[in-house]
């Protein structure tokens, strides 16, 4: 079972670690992390959750999870990245796009450009049944549809889709 850090709206530890799924206080948040991973045509991996998952079992998502107590958000992005679909990412190549507070979370979000190729992702079992690549536009109507459409969360992405724009993409 997983331990987590408690956190403050701030972002700051509070010194108090949880299992996951255990009660928290209004005024404590749990840090996760969302990972966007993009080849050189833009195109963005997403995964489809296993039907063995709890919560929203079988929809489609990005890579993530929560950050382990003690962890930092960027270890947690490699550690997820790599538990979920087998993909190392290059840490120097992971860019920080941004935070969110939600009702119980603190989002950390990243962007990474990765040479992706599918027939090489070993999925977990437990948490992937399948992945694919989108095209940019596709993931902004997925995410808008699901509970990653709160206007700030979405102003950190489409901000970020815009400078891959201007900055071609930063291929792989």
């Known amino acids: ?31 996760v992390v969302h990972i966007y991973l993009y080849n050189a045509n833009q195109e963005f991996l997403i995964q489809r959750r296993s039907r063995k998952k709890r919560i929203n079992s079988g929809r489609w998502d990005i890579t993530g999870g929560a950050v382990q107590a003690g962890e930092e958000s960027k270890e947690a992005a490699l550690r997820e990245t790599f538990e979920e679909i087998g993909i190392r990412l290059d840490p120097d190549r992971l860019r920080f796009a941004g935070r969110v507070v939600s009702v119980k979370h603190l989002v950390d979000i990243y962007f990474c450009p990765s040479d992706i190729d599918l027939d090489r992702c070993a999925l977990q079992e437990e948490e992937v049944s399948e992945v694919k690549l989108v095209p940019k536009q596709k993931l902004l109507e997925l995410l808008k549809m699901q509970d990653l459409s709160a206007p700030p969360y979405l102003r950190i992405l489409e901000r970020e889709l815009k400078e891959m724009e201007g900055a071609g993409g930063d291929a792989p």
């Open 1 to 31: 079972m997983e331990k987590l850090d408690l956190y403050d709206r701030e972002g700051r530890r509070k010194g108090i670690t949880v299992f996951r799924g255990e009660y928290i206080r209004p005024d404590d948040y749990i840090l």
